[in-house]
């Protein structure tokens, strides 16, 4: 049985889940509404504070399926009370990051400079060398948390670009001249 998929979801105070037709699920909550269409295959009951994720049968696929559809609820329901934050980081000489509106400007060693717009539903503040991305949708912040590192990744002999704040880069020695 799948560990994860067995656990139910306890819904905690001013959250509303309704499950429609084709396992459509909404959740609203204090901080927003997230909508999901997730596989038809499993049944999600609400049974009083919880919420719980049933297989129809032990096959492969359907097994995989469960812990998934359990996982995406879960996460609904925390966007909705918590929201969910990534961090990264801008290192690098010359290397900054500002914010204007609803638009980030990246300055990375480019001819150019970098601009970004936040899409609707995350907020982005930049402190100093630290970018912060907050959002309902997981998703969608660890997407838009990942194209930004791509504007420059961090490179391996000096660490320069943008990291993830959790993020470890493994370093390199650089070459040494001849004797």
Known sequence: MSRIG????????????????NNHVTVKGPK???????????EIKKEGEEIVVTRPND???MKSLHG??????NNMVIGVTEGF??????????YRAQKSG???????GYSHPVEMEDPEGLE???DGN????????????????????????????????????????RRKVGKTGKK
Do not use: C, F, H
Request: proline residues 5%; without cysteine; hydrophobic residues 35%.
């Open 6 to 21: 067995r656990m139910p979801i306890a819904i905690p105070a001013g959250v509303t889940v309704d499950v429609a037709e």
């Open 32 to 42: 927003g509404t997230l909508e999901r269409s997730l596989p038809t295959e499993m």
């Open 59 to 61: 096959l492969k696929k």
């Open 68 to 73: 998934l559809t359990r996982t995406l609820i």
């Open 85 to 94: 934050t990534k961090e990264l980081e801008v290192n690098g000489v010359g």
């Open 102 to 108: 609803k638009k980030l400007t990246l300055n990375l």
């Open 124 to 126: 982005s503040k930049v």
């Open 130 to 169: 630290k970018i912060v991305i907050s959002g309902i949708d997981k998703e969608k912040v660890g997407q838009y948390a990942a194209e930004i590192r791509d504007k420059r990744r961090p490179e391996p002999y000096k660490g320069k670009g943008i990291k993830y704040a959790d993020e470890v880069i």
